[in-house]
């Protein structure tokens, strides 16, 4: 699976919050969830974030193990999260979700907002300009399930295989 995007770069510690603050927890469209994503960093997030990749630091994901945040930001358009490095439950909540999440050492300081990079999923290799950056790549059940497109459609392609 190659992804190409363009960088929207975020910092360290991006906690559940930040990603769907709890007021709008109580909406389960996605679209809805959509739209109210990263607005207390950018109240327009949602309208840049079409075909985006976001690029960030450590502990993205971090807090509460709302699995709406994942849904927001995958409704919103975002196709990967390259981050130095995940909050496990989160992480988990966006393979199950079908977003691809790589963890990228140094990322960061890599590339830089609004470049085009490519994202190979399963080797992990990111390519920016004429750069290549090693990353670790989403192999065996995790990657099936984010071809799958998520968990559910995973679960419901191995019962009409039986």
Sequence with gaps: MIIEGRV??????IDTDIIIPAKHLKYTEPEYLAQHVFESIDPEFHKKAKGAIIVAGKV?????SREQAAIAIKAAGIKAILAESFARIFYRNAINNGLPVIVCPDITKEVDE???IKVNIESGEVIVENR???CKGITGMALDILRAGGLIEYLKNLEENR
């Design 132 to 134: 290549i950056i090693k």
């Design 114 to 116: 609004g470049e085009i």
């Design 60 to 64: 993205f994901g971090m807090g509460s």
């Design 8 to 13: 929207i770069k975020l910092g360290d510690k």
